[in-house]
Protein backbone atom coordinates (compact mmCIF):
# COMPACT_ATOMS: atom_id res chain seq x y z
CA UNK A 1 0.00 0.00 0.00
CA UNK A 2 2.92 2.34 0.65
CA UNK A 3 5.14 2.99 -2.34
CA UNK A 4 8.64 3.77 -0.45
CA UNK A 5 8.64 2.67 3.59
CA UNK A 6 12.58 4.14 3.03
CA UNK A 7 11.43 7.40 1.91
CA UNK A 8 8.43 7.65 4.11
CA UNK A 9 11.01 7.23 7.25
CA UNK A 10 13.17 10.15 6.00
CA UNK A 11 9.80 11.94 5.85
CA UNK A 12 9.14 11.26 9.47
CA UNK A 13 12.62 12.62 10.44
CA UNK A 14 12.33 15.92 8.63
CA UNK A 15 9.17 16.14 10.31
CA UNK A 16 10.20 15.30 14.03
CA UNK A 17 13.24 18.07 13.26
CA UNK A 18 10.89 21.04 12.65
CA UNK A 19 8.95 20.26 16.19
CA UNK A 20 10.31 17.91 18.91
CA UNK A 21 7.31 17.79 21.08
CA UNK A 22 3.81 19.04 20.40
CA UNK A 23 2.97 20.28 18.30
CA UNK A 24 4.51 18.23 15.80
CA UNK A 25 1.57 18.97 13.33
CA UNK A 26 0.11 21.53 15.90
CA UNK A 27 1.49 24.72 14.18
CA UNK A 28 0.36 25.95 10.61
CA UNK A 29 3.34 27.77 9.78
CA UNK A 30 5.54 24.00 10.30
CA UNK A 31 3.14 22.17 8.07
CA UNK A 32 3.55 24.71 5.16
CA UNK A 33 7.33 24.39 5.95
CA UNK A 34 7.16 20.84 6.25
CA UNK A 35 4.99 20.11 3.18
CA UNK A 36 7.10 22.75 0.56
CA UNK A 37 10.49 20.83 2.15
CA UNK A 38 8.47 17.23 1.07
CA UNK A 39 7.33 18.86 -2.51
CA UNK A 40 3.68 18.05 -1.54
CA UNK A 41 2.00 21.15 -2.98
CA UNK A 42 -1.73 20.12 -1.35
CA UNK A 43 -2.61 18.13 1.53
CA UNK A 44 -6.05 17.54 3.13
CA UNK A 45 -6.63 16.20 6.07
CA UNK A 46 -9.17 14.18 8.17
CA UNK A 47 -9.62 12.82 11.88
CA UNK A 48 -12.22 10.55 12.89
CA UNK A 49 -12.46 10.47 16.69
CA UNK A 50 -15.28 8.56 18.45
CA UNK A 51 -16.61 7.54 15.52
CA UNK A 52 -17.48 11.71 14.47
CA UNK A 53 -15.32 13.23 11.97
CA UNK A 54 -13.40 16.02 14.35
CA UNK A 55 -11.22 17.77 12.42
CA UNK A 56 -10.92 18.43 8.57
CA UNK A 57 -7.75 20.42 7.20
CA UNK A 58 -6.44 21.19 4.07
CA UNK A 59 -2.58 23.10 3.29
CA UNK A 60 -1.20 24.32 0.69
CA UNK A 61 -2.27 26.25 -3.21
CA UNK A 62 -5.56 25.03 -5.29
CA UNK A 63 -3.06 26.35 -7.43
CA UNK A 64 0.24 28.93 -7.95
CA UNK A 65 -0.75 32.00 -5.64
CA UNK A 66 -4.19 30.41 -4.54
CA UNK A 67 -4.54 28.79 -1.36
CA UNK A 68 -6.40 25.78 -1.11
CA UNK A 69 -9.83 26.24 1.09
CA UNK A 70 -11.10 23.94 3.51
CA UNK A 71 -13.65 22.46 0.47
CA UNK A 72 -10.85 21.82 -1.91
CA UNK A 73 -12.25 18.96 -4.12
CA UNK A 74 -9.43 15.95 -4.77
CA UNK A 75 -9.24 13.01 -7.28
CA UNK A 76 -9.44 10.61 -4.71
CA UNK A 77 -8.22 7.40 -7.34
CA UNK A 78 -9.07 4.48 -6.22
CA UNK A 79 -10.72 5.30 -3.46
CA UNK A 80 -13.87 5.14 -5.71
CA UNK A 81 -13.42 1.12 -4.74
CA UNK A 82 -15.04 1.40 -1.23
CA UNK A 83 -17.66 3.99 -2.42
CA UNK A 84 -18.67 1.49 -5.21
CA UNK A 85 -18.45 -1.37 -2.62
CA UNK A 86 -20.43 0.12 -0.52
CA UNK A 87 -23.32 1.12 -3.00
CA UNK A 88 -23.23 -2.89 -4.03
CA UNK A 89 -23.58 -3.74 -0.10
CA UNK A 90 -26.53 -1.11 0.50
CA UNK A 91 -28.50 -3.22 -2.46
CA UNK A 92 -27.61 -6.07 -1.06
CA UNK A 93 -28.80 -5.64 2.61
CA UNK A 94 -32.39 -4.01 1.20
CA UNK A 95 -32.79 -7.50 -0.01
CA UNK A 96 -31.77 -6.29 -3.88
CA UNK A 97 -28.71 -7.86 -4.92
CA UNK A 98 -27.03 -11.05 -3.93
CA UNK A 99 -23.38 -11.12 -2.62
CA UNK A 100 -22.91 -14.80 -4.05
CA UNK A 101 -25.08 -15.21 -7.70
CA UNK A 102 -23.07 -14.97 -10.68
CA UNK A 103 -22.75 -11.75 -12.65
CA UNK A 104 -23.46 -13.63 -15.90
CA UNK A 105 -27.27 -13.06 -15.41
CA UNK A 106 -26.72 -9.06 -15.82
CA UNK A 107 -22.99 -9.14 -17.29
CA UNK A 108 -20.83 -10.81 -19.68
CA UNK A 109 -17.78 -8.82 -20.91
CA UNK A 110 -17.06 -10.26 -24.85
CA UNK A 111 -13.92 -11.06 -23.92
CA UNK A 112 -14.01 -13.76 -21.79
CA UNK A 113 -17.94 -14.92 -22.96
CA UNK A 114 -16.44 -17.93 -24.39
CA UNK A 115 -14.95 -18.80 -21.10
CA UNK A 116 -16.64 -21.14 -18.30
CA UNK A 117 -14.47 -19.13 -15.61
CA UNK A 118 -17.44 -15.93 -16.75
CA UNK A 119 -20.07 -18.49 -14.87
CA UNK A 120 -18.33 -18.64 -11.64
CA UNK A 121 -17.70 -14.65 -11.28
CA UNK A 122 -19.74 -12.92 -8.08
CA UNK A 123 -19.72 -9.71 -6.36
CA UNK A 124 -18.32 -11.22 -3.15
CA UNK A 125 -14.86 -12.33 -5.86
CA UNK A 126 -14.71 -8.56 -7.18
CA UNK A 127 -14.83 -7.48 -3.71
CA UNK A 128 -12.78 -9.03 -2.34
CA UNK A 129 -10.56 -8.70 -5.13
CA UNK A 130 -10.75 -12.77 -6.39
CA UNK A 131 -12.07 -12.09 -9.39
CA UNK A 132 -9.14 -12.96 -11.54
CA UNK A 133 -8.50 -10.69 -13.47
CA UNK A 134 -5.92 -8.64 -14.03
CA UNK A 135 -5.82 -4.71 -12.49
CA UNK A 136 -6.27 -3.71 -15.92
CA UNK A 137 -6.81 -5.17 -19.64
CA UNK A 138 -4.33 -2.71 -21.18
CA UNK A 139 -1.17 -4.64 -19.03
CA UNK A 140 -1.57 -7.03 -21.19
CA UNK A 141 0.32 -7.47 -24.37
CA UNK A 142 -3.41 -8.13 -26.04
CA UNK A 143 -5.34 -5.31 -24.73
CA UNK A 144 -8.07 -7.68 -23.63
CA UNK A 145 -9.53 -8.81 -20.70
CA UNK A 146 -8.41 -12.85 -19.11
CA UNK A 147 -9.30 -14.51 -16.37
CA UNK A 148 -5.92 -15.29 -15.08
CA UNK A 149 -6.67 -17.89 -12.38
CA UNK A 150 -10.21 -19.53 -11.48
CA UNK A 151 -12.55 -16.67 -9.59
CA UNK A 152 -12.71 -17.41 -5.59
CA UNK A 153 -9.49 -19.02 -5.68
CA UNK A 154 -6.37 -16.45 -5.06
CA UNK A 155 -6.05 -12.64 -4.44
CA UNK A 156 -5.55 -9.81 -7.33
CA UNK A 157 -6.12 -6.49 -7.13
CA UNK A 158 -7.89 -5.66 -9.59
CA UNK A 159 -9.67 -2.12 -11.28
CA UNK A 160 -11.55 -4.71 -13.77
CA UNK A 161 -13.20 -6.11 -11.72
CA UNK A 162 -15.10 -2.97 -10.52
CA UNK A 163 -15.78 -1.87 -13.94
CA UNK A 164 -17.39 -5.63 -14.38
CA UNK A 165 -19.65 -5.00 -11.13
CA UNK A 166 -20.55 -1.67 -12.49
CA UNK A 167 -21.51 -2.82 -15.53
CA UNK A 168 -23.60 -5.70 -13.75
CA UNK A 169 -25.58 -3.14 -11.90
CA UNK A 170 -25.91 -0.30 -14.53
CA UNK A 171 -27.68 -3.64 -16.80
CA UNK A 172 -29.90 -4.77 -13.80
CA UNK A 173 -30.86 -1.47 -12.16
CA UNK A 174 -31.26 0.67 -15.82
CA UNK A 175 -29.09 3.65 -13.94
CA UNK A 176 -25.42 5.09 -14.10
CA UNK A 177 -23.20 3.72 -11.30
CA UNK A 178 -23.33 7.67 -10.07
CA UNK A 179 -26.93 7.80 -9.90
CA UNK A 180 -27.06 4.71 -7.55
CA UNK A 181 -24.45 6.36 -5.29
CA UNK A 182 -26.36 9.66 -4.99
CA UNK A 183 -29.26 7.61 -4.62
CA UNK A 184 -28.03 5.11 -2.10
CA UNK A 185 -25.08 7.81 -0.68
CA UNK A 186 -24.36 11.05 -1.87
CA UNK A 187 -27.71 12.91 -1.39
CA UNK A 188 -28.28 11.26 2.18
CA UNK A 189 -25.24 11.56 3.57
CA UNK A 190 -24.98 14.97 2.27
CA UNK A 191 -22.16 14.66 -0.02
CA UNK A 192 -22.47 17.54 -1.96
CA UNK A 193 -19.06 17.64 -3.28
CA UNK A 194 -19.13 14.13 -4.54
CA UNK A 195 -19.42 12.69 -7.86
CA UNK A 196 -17.88 10.20 -9.84
CA UNK A 197 -18.01 12.22 -12.92
CA UNK A 198 -17.47 15.91 -13.61
CA UNK A 199 -20.94 17.14 -14.06
CA UNK A 200 -22.51 20.48 -13.14
CA UNK A 201 -22.59 19.35 -9.22
CA UNK A 202 -18.54 20.08 -9.39
CA UNK A 203 -17.30 23.13 -8.70
CA UNK A 204 -14.08 23.57 -11.23
CA UNK A 205 -12.79 26.37 -9.23
CA UNK A 206 -12.18 24.04 -6.36
CA UNK A 207 -10.73 21.37 -7.95
CA UNK A 208 -6.91 20.88 -7.13
CA UNK A 209 -4.16 20.71 -10.10
CA UNK A 210 -2.07 17.62 -10.11
CA UNK A 211 1.50 17.01 -10.15
CA UNK A 212 4.86 14.94 -11.47
CA UNK A 213 7.57 14.91 -8.71
CA UNK A 214 9.26 17.58 -11.00
CA UNK A 215 6.54 20.12 -10.16
CA UNK A 216 4.53 20.35 -13.85
CA UNK A 217 0.91 20.04 -13.45
CA UNK A 218 -0.91 16.77 -14.98
CA UNK A 219 -4.19 17.69 -17.22
CA UNK A 220 -7.38 17.66 -15.29
CA UNK A 221 -9.19 15.30 -17.46
CA UNK A 222 -12.74 15.68 -16.86
CA UNK A 223 -14.64 12.40 -17.19
CA UNK A 224 -17.98 12.09 -18.36
CA UNK A 225 -18.30 8.47 -17.43
CA UNK A 226 -18.71 6.70 -14.22
CA UNK A 227 -15.63 4.64 -13.18
CA UNK A 228 -16.12 2.23 -10.42
CA UNK A 229 -12.32 1.52 -9.37
CA UNK A 230 -11.28 5.18 -10.31
CA UNK A 231 -11.04 9.01 -10.72
CA UNK A 232 -13.54 9.84 -8.00
CA UNK A 233 -13.79 13.50 -7.13
CA UNK A 234 -14.62 14.05 -3.32
CA UNK A 235 -13.56 16.54 -0.31
CA UNK A 236 -11.91 15.42 2.79
CA UNK A 237 -15.18 16.45 4.96
CA UNK A 238 -17.38 14.59 2.11
CA UNK A 239 -15.11 10.88 2.24
CA UNK A 240 -15.26 11.68 6.27
CA UNK A 241 -19.24 11.49 6.48
CA UNK A 242 -18.73 8.41 3.98
CA UNK A 243 -16.14 6.59 6.35
CA UNK A 244 -18.18 7.87 9.48
CA UNK A 245 -21.25 6.26 7.97
CA UNK A 246 -18.72 2.82 7.31
CA UNK A 247 -17.80 2.96 11.39
CA UNK A 248 -21.76 3.23 12.09
CA UNK A 249 -22.54 0.27 9.98
CA UNK A 250 -25.26 2.27 8.60
CA UNK A 251 -27.65 1.36 5.66
CA UNK A 252 -25.83 -2.39 6.14
CA UNK A 253 -27.66 -5.81 7.69
CA UNK A 254 -25.39 -7.53 10.22
CA UNK A 255 -24.69 -10.32 8.38
CA UNK A 256 -23.59 -8.10 5.39
CA UNK A 257 -21.79 -6.08 7.91
CA UNK A 258 -19.87 -8.90 9.30
CA UNK A 259 -18.89 -10.01 6.17
CA UNK A 260 -17.29 -6.88 5.00
CA UNK A 261 -15.00 -6.36 7.64
CA UNK A 262 -14.42 -10.67 7.64
CA UNK A 263 -11.12 -12.02 6.07
CA UNK A 264 -12.14 -13.22 2.60
CA UNK A 265 -8.42 -13.28 1.25
CA UNK A 266 -4.98 -12.93 2.27
CA UNK A 267 -3.50 -10.11 0.69
CA UNK A 268 0.03 -9.35 0.96
CA UNK A 269 2.32 -8.70 4.59
CA UNK A 270 -0.07 -10.73 6.70
CA UNK A 271 -3.00 -8.53 5.72
CA UNK A 272 -6.18 -9.28 4.29
CA UNK A 273 -9.30 -8.23 2.26
CA UNK A 274 -12.57 -7.75 3.42
CA UNK A 275 -15.42 -6.88 1.25
CA UNK A 276 -14.36 -3.26 -0.35
CA UNK A 277 -11.46 -2.60 2.42
CA UNK A 278 -7.67 -3.71 3.46
CA UNK A 279 -7.78 -5.54 6.91
CA UNK A 280 -4.76 -4.97 9.12
CA UNK A 281 -5.10 -7.04 12.50
CA UNK A 282 -3.35 -4.88 15.41
CA UNK A 283 -3.28 -5.27 18.88
CA UNK A 284 -5.55 -6.61 21.31
CA UNK A 285 -8.05 -7.24 19.00
CA UNK A 286 -7.83 -3.71 17.51
CA UNK A 287 -8.24 -4.04 13.71
CA UNK A 288 -7.67 -1.22 10.63
CA UNK A 289 -9.86 -1.06 7.38
CA UNK A 290 -8.17 1.07 4.88
CA UNK A 291 -8.02 1.45 1.38
CA UNK A 292 -5.69 3.73 -0.89
CA UNK A 293 -5.84 5.67 -4.05
CA UNK A 294 -2.75 6.26 -6.53
CA UNK A 295 -2.77 7.82 -9.89
CA UNK A 296 -0.64 10.66 -11.75
CA UNK A 297 -0.86 13.34 -9.46
CA UNK A 298 -2.74 11.61 -6.57
CA UNK A 299 -1.97 9.89 -3.64
CA UNK A 300 -4.12 8.85 -0.92
CA UNK A 301 -5.30 6.90 1.91
CA UNK A 302 -7.94 6.25 4.71
CA UNK A 303 -7.80 3.98 7.39
CA UNK A 304 -10.81 3.58 10.23
CA UNK A 305 -10.89 1.46 13.28
CA UNK A 306 -14.02 -0.07 14.08
CA UNK A 307 -13.28 -0.84 17.56
CA UNK A 308 -11.50 2.29 18.82
CA UNK A 309 -13.79 4.37 16.70
CA UNK A 310 -11.09 6.49 14.74
CA UNK A 311 -10.13 7.55 11.81
CA UNK A 312 -7.57 9.27 9.12
CA UNK A 313 -7.67 10.77 5.76
CA UNK A 314 -5.11 11.10 3.76
CA UNK A 315 -5.12 13.17 0.01
CA UNK A 316 -2.24 14.70 -1.41
CA UNK A 317 -2.13 16.05 -5.19
CA UNK A 318 1.29 14.45 -6.32
CA UNK A 319 3.25 11.18 -7.27
CA UNK A 320 4.80 11.56 -4.16
CA UNK A 321 2.84 12.40 -1.84
CA UNK A 322 2.89 8.91 0.13
CA UNK A 323 5.82 10.09 1.31
CA UNK A 324 3.79 12.06 4.39
CA UNK A 325 1.62 8.58 5.21
CA UNK A 326 3.77 7.42 7.71
CA UNK A 327 4.39 10.72 9.66
CA UNK A 328 0.87 11.28 10.06
CA UNK A 329 0.09 7.88 11.12
CA UNK A 330 2.07 7.90 13.64
CA UNK A 331 1.05 11.96 14.94
CA UNK A 332 -3.12 10.96 14.25
CA UNK A 333 -3.40 7.27 15.41
CA UNK A 334 -0.27 6.47 17.83
CA UNK A 335 0.61 3.41 18.66
CA UNK A 336 -2.36 1.63 16.18
CA UNK A 337 -0.20 3.72 13.61
CA UNK A 338 2.99 2.06 14.39
CA UNK A 339 1.19 -1.18 14.72
CA UNK A 340 0.31 -0.56 11.13
CA UNK A 341 3.53 0.58 9.86
CA UNK A 342 4.91 -2.55 11.52
CA UNK A 343 3.03 -4.26 9.13
CA UNK A 344 4.02 -2.27 6.15
CA UNK A 345 7.76 -2.56 6.90
CA UNK A 346 7.40 -6.52 7.17
CA UNK A 347 8.83 -8.56 4.97
Known amino acids: MFKSIVSVCLCLVSLVSIGQDKPLLGNDAQIEQWLKANSIPTLGLGVIKHGQLQQVRVFGELEPGKAAPFNTIFNVASLAK ?24 YWTDPDVAADPRSKLLTTRHILSHQSGFPNWRYMN ?9 SPGTQYQY ?10 ALENKFGKSLNALAN ?9 TDTQYVFNSQIDPARVVQGYDTQGKAYETIKHQTANAADDLLTSVADYGKFLVNVLAGAGLSDSVY ?7 VASTKGKHFGLGFEIYDLADGEYALSHGGSDYGAQTIVFILPKSKEGLIIFTNVDEGYKVY ?11 GEQIMQIEMSE
Open 82 to 105: PITAMVTLTLVSKGEWQLDEPLFT
Open 141 to 149: ESNTLDFKF
Open 158 to 167: SGEGMEYLRK
Open 183 to 191: DLIFTSLAM
Open 258 to 264: QDMISHQ
Open 326 to 336: EALLLHYLGKK
